[in-house]
Structure formats: C-alpha cells, structure tokens
C-alpha cells in the first residue's frame, strides 16, 4: 500500500500490480526514490480530478525518468476514487504524474489502440482519506506561469511511502 | 466608425429567423462599424469545425465577407459554442479571443466576457465547465463520430433544460463580488459581457471609482446590439425588418 502525506492530510492508494503491473511499479519507485516528496496537486478540477507528481512549488517540472508503455487496456476503469496516470497527448507517454478520478470520467477509458482511443492508465485506487481528496478537489484556482486550475495556495505531497 | 458587441444569438438550423435575422444586421448594421466583437454563444451548438450544417453557411458567409472588407471580427467562445477552433477562424477571418480579455475602448480599459463565469453560485454548471474545457475531453469527443458528437450535444441540452427550469433565479444569475474581483484583477472600469439575457447597464462604485457593467442581451426573439464609439456605448434591441430603425432600449438599474 502507498501511503501519500499531503498538506491537507493523509491518502491511501493501494496499487493493482496485476492488471497494471508497468505502471503500479513505476510508480513505486518513483515513491522509493522520494520523488514524490515536495511536489504539488498542481491541477485541481472540481467535477474531473485532483493531479500532481510532477510540478513543484513555482511550478518548475521536476526531471523524470523515461516515459512508460500505457496499460489503459487492462479493463480498469476511470471512477471515482481511482488513481491513473497522467500524460500528454502521445498515448505512451506518462512519467512520474498521476490523477485522481473525482468523479466516473468514462470519457478517460481504453476504447482502441490508437492514439485518440488509448485512454489513462489506472493503476491503483484511494483506499483511505478520500475525504482529503474531496478537500483538495474544492481548493480555490487560478492561473500561474501559463498553467490553469493551479490552486492558489500550494497543496503540497510532503512523501509518498510504501508500506507493507 | 464604431464598435459593436454582441453575443447569445443561439444561431441553429431550426431557427431560420434568427440567421435571417443576423444577416439582416451584418448587411445594414455592421458595414457601418470596423470591429465586431461576438461574446460566445453564437451558436446554439458548435460539435466541431468539421461539421457545419449547412443552414448556418449563411452565417460563415457573413462573417467572412465582413472581415474582408477590412473589418475586424473578434469571437469568444460561449457555454454552446466552445469547440469552434482554428479553422473556424480560418473560414470567417475572424481571431477567437481568450475570456476574459482586456481591450481600449475608445479610451477605457474595457473587459469582455461571455459571462458565464461570473455565476459561480452554480457549482453544478462550474463542475461541467471545467471538465469539458480540458484537453482530455475535448480530445476524446472530437475523437468520436459526428452523429455521436450531436446525439450527446443534444442530451446535454434536454439536461441543461431541465437543470434550469429546476434552478432558482438567483443562482443562474451573476455573482456581484466575482465581477468586483475581475475588475479589480484587471484594473479594468468597463466590463462587457452576456450569457444571462438579461439586457441592462449596472453602474456601481468600486474602490472609489464608477465601473459600469454592459450585459448584453440575447437574440431568441430579437436582436440585441451594443454600439460604441467615441461619445459612448448604446445598448440597442433589435427588430426583425427594422434593423436600421432600431429601437434603443430604456437602460435601468
């Protein structure tokens, strides 16, 4: 299990190593090395999701590893409560920053292994704190340095841990 | 030569008034002015570039001979219309603006808006937005056939209706302090913008200086235009047949 210290509290996501076994590991040893550790919820969108992992407080991007093979056709689906990675527009091409679904984003999952098709990549799920991610889904945004939806005060990931 | 806004025509095929209406107000009215700025909802729905009905080509024509007389055409996407994209501009000549977006009018700082975020008392609405403003959703749905596209533009809107018609008043107004805000955070005086039809002229005093707020009115049953020019702004309402003897509306407060 992960547990992710944030400034608003504590959130717990455990990891689906079977259906998403790339992206579940990846993501630990990004954890394992402390990556995590000072970066933001950057984007923070009410009815959508909460995502973070790869900014830091100014919004500098933190250098990342090479990018991972997109596990989207697993059949895990984009719900509330779900953690997925997040990416640009080349399906295969997330790193370090993930999202968490705030609300059923159908529109998110696997349809066809193309590049509009690919959908985000769940890989695990909160098990506890979602009420912290409701309060941080509810953080007041603007715009800063090119970047919308950054919430105004820094809501910061103090340290990702892995625990037995 | 003047400056004219208007916004929430809520053009579509099934309201063949309404483009007859507007080409009526582009070949009389708009030939007299330099810059016409559209403020969202000019379409009732807009699916994506690549697809026009072609009723609304009328519409297209209009605008683009408009910009190519010299004109200038600014657009803002509304809560309908928010897929209209490059090629858009590409076919109209016309620059789709960011909202909100500061101008000098006739030598006011001036922002303009399509309005809609000013009601953040509909955290339901603010939800949808933001969602269907992201590059992943928007992505996904022009991914999807057109039929598809315009099946679910439909559905939002049956929901959107009924979604309305449930809300109090209040809610699907706009709220006073979050246009305070903008103002402030724009050091603008003059604010323009639509989407509540609900045509008027709010003068009010904020920091010690008078700020005036235009809302612009819809095009449902008749045509809604503000003008500007060096003496001043004018809100006027519009009639079908009589868009050059248009009738100016009483502005109250």
């Given at each position: 299990m992960i547990k992710m210290q944030t400034s608003k509290g504590t959130i717990e996501i455990e990891l689906d190593h079977d259906a998403a076994p790339k992206t579940a590991e990846n993501f630990e040893q990004y954890a394992k090395d402390g990556f995590y550790n000072g970066t933001l919820f950057h984007r923070v969108i009410s009815g959508f999701m909460i995502q973070g992992g790869g900014m830091e407080s100014g919004m500098s991007q933190k250098p990342t590893r090479d990018p991972i093979d997109n596990e989207a056709n697993n059949g895990l689906k984009n719900d509330i409560g779900t953690v997925a990675m997040a990416r640009t527009g080349?399906?295969?091409?997330?790193t370090a920053q993930f999202f968490i679904n705030t609300a059923n984003n159908d529109f998110l999952n696997f349809t066809a292994p193309t590049s509009q098709g690919w959908g985000y990549c769940v890989f695990g799920k909160v098990v506890g704190g979602m009420d912290i991610v409701n309060e941080i889904k509810t953080q007041p945004t603007g715009s800063t340095g090119g970047h919308q939806d950054v919430p105004i005060e820094d809501i910061l990931i103090e340290s990702v841990e892995v625990v037995e | 030569m003047s400056t004219l806004f208007i916004s929430d025509l809520h053009l579509s095929a099934e309201h063949t008034d309404t483009i007859e209406l507007f080409q009526e107000f582009m070949s009389l009215r708009a030939c007299h002015s330099s810059s016409l700025y559209i403020l969202g909802d000019l379409f009732e729905v807009w699916v994506g570039d690549d697809y026009i009905d072609t009723k609304l080509l009328p519409v297209i024509d209009a605008l683009k001979e408009y910009t190519q007389l010299g004109n200038r055409l600014f657009i803002m996407h509304g809560n309908r219309d928010f897929l209209m994209a490059e090629q858009f501009e590409v076919l109209t000549g016309g620059t789709i603006l960011p909202d909100p977006y500061v101008i000098t009018l006739n030598g006011v700082q001036t922002a303009l808006s399509?309005?809609?975020?000013?009601?953040?008392?509909d955290v339901v609405y603010q939800a949808f937005k933001a969602k269907v403003r992201t590059p992943e959703w928007q992505q996904a749905f022009l991914a999807q056939s057109i039929e598809k596209r315009r099946e679910y533009a439909a559905a939002v809107r049956d929901k959107s209706k009924t979604h309305t018609s449930t809300k109090p008043h209040e809610i699907m107004d706009t709220n006073q302090s979050s246009i305070n805000q903008l103002m402030l955070d724009l050091s603008v005086t003059q604010l323009i913008h639509g989407h509540t039809h609900r045509p008027n002229l709010h003068q009010f005093t904020l920091d010690n200086r008078p700020m005036s707020r235009y809302v612009l009115g819809d095009w449902y049953n008749q045509g809604s235009v503000l003008e500007c020019d060096h003496n001043g702004c004018t809100l006027q309402t519009l009639e079908s047949g009589s868009v050059l003897a248009s009738v100016q509306s009483k502005v109250i407060d």
């Open positions: 080349d399906p295969h091409s997330a | 399509h309005g809609d975020m000013f009601c953040t008392d």
